[in-house]
């Protein structure tokens, strides 16, 4: 709950956090509502439940992201976003987002790259999921978009 997720940014600024990420999607902007191969869970704590029931679940409501932005701000901490997709990039560009994560799974889809990238932020660019070539095309759209300021995440 909205609650929830600000005691959780409360508790980031008590801990000496300089920093707090969401991730911004919604379950429809991220998968289809599907139960074919591939879109229902095998095992973990999720079992048995598809994608997007999961992602419905787990997701943080774009209606709650300036409340959190605010939130965060009011606790001193910077606060950016993992966007999934151009409504996401809006969203967090409406916010004042001072840089863009984009997630280890998002680093193929150079479209978003390039949609993050026209806003002039800086990218955070996890690799963990990703080849050589992947983080090259990656950083090389990144760069071709305007975009100099570049975090390559490892580990």
């Not at 809006?90 to 984009?102: R, V």
């Not at 999921?129 to 983080?135: C, L, V, Y």
Request: proline content about 6%.
């Amino acid at each position: 709950d909205l609650d929830r997720a600000k005691r959780l940014i409360d508790a980031c600024a008590c801990a000496g956090a300089h920093a707090v990420k969401l991730q911004t999607y919604t379950p429809d902007t991220i998968t289809i509502d599907h139960d074919g191969p591939g879109f229902r869970l095998q095992s973990g704590l999720w079992a048995g439940k598809t994608l997007h029931q999961l992602y419905g679940e787990a997701f943080t409501p774009y209606e709650w992201h300036p409340i959190l932005f605010e939130h965060a701000r009011q606790q001193g901490l910077i606060i950016l976003s993992s966007p999934f997709d151009d409504t996401a990039v809006d969203l967090l560009e409406s916010l004042n987002a001072p840089a863009f994560k984009i997630a280890s799974f998002e680093v193929i889809d150079l479209p978003l790259i390039q949609r993050a990238c026209r806003t002039g932020r800086p990218l955070i660019i996890s690799t963990g999921m990703t080849s050589p070539e992947e983080i090259a095309d990656a950083v090389d759209t990144a760069r071709a978009s305007g975009v100099d300021d570049i975090v390559l995440l490892h580990g």
